[in-house]
């Protein structure tokens, strides 16, 4: 669990664009930049890897967190459970730091992609099925703002 | 001077410094322009929902975005234009070619003209519409417009705005 803090950003109902909002940010500023998606949202948004691919920026780190199922939807399964390899695709698009992990190893492998300086796609196999967490309640404006203003500290 | 260096010279005194595209015939001049200038960071997008969330991003973090695209876009970014352009509320000024109007060749194009003014009409986005070249001197206060109100803002642009796809 990553306790809420003014430097997260929830993007609430855009199913997909994680990865690009993370991308903008990253490109517009120097501060690290995590985007946390899932495989079903990379397969909405395919698009995204080759833009990720050709806009280098060495301060973002794309984490799909990869359980092969649509998890907020109940668990149908992705076709990235089945055939398709997320990490295979994104090197195909050419995204040149790609690392695909098991869930157990995801903190080491997080850390050192954070501290490689280097963009980095991070494809972390794991389990379906989700925690019982409530639904975010905060005003988007209210995300928004205090985002903006701990990325400008 | 020519209409596509007066469009990018207001985005660029507007401190618009991050632009995606998603190409059109009648765009190509000012997509050019965007790329040829050293104040703009040019990202072409591969969908226009995917540019808007690069142009959301970019905002964020601390850049004024645009996005260039065709009017067909209203139809696949009016999830995303609700639930992060407006529900955050980002300003997103939106420089569209209006394809389907007069002086059209492509039929097909009409199919998406006859709903692009209702849909953004339903979608409470501030309209307007360039048909004559002179209608662009109001460009540089639609964008000090968009930047005041943090919303999306709609510039439709016809081939007659742009002198027609030439010989028919």
Redesign the interface.
Known sequence: MIDDQPTN?Y????M??????????????DKTVISIDGDGSVLT?F??L??IAN?VADNFILLIVDNGSYGSTGDQPTYAGKKTSLAAVAKACGCENVIECQDKDTGEVLQKAIDSKKMTIIVCKCDSGNIKLPVITMD??V??DR??KS??A | MSINTKIVDDFVANGIE?VTTVPCKQLAGVIDEVEARPEI?H?????E???????????????R?AIIMQNTAIGVTI??LV??TQ????PLPMLISYRGELREPVACQVEMAVHTKALLNQLNIPTYHFHKESDAEELDTILKYTFMCNKPVAILTDASFWGGYGDQ
């Open positions: 950003f993007m609430l109902g855009t997909g664009l994680s990865s690009s909002i993370g991308l903008g940010v990253a490109l517009a500023q948004n698009g995204t080759p833009t806009n988007p404006v995300i928004r985002f903006m990325v400008q | 991050f960071y990202i072409p997008s591969n969908k929902d995917e540019g808007m969330g690069l142009c959301a991003g970019a905002f964020m973090g601390g850049k975005p999830n995303t639930t992060l529900y955050y509320r980002m």
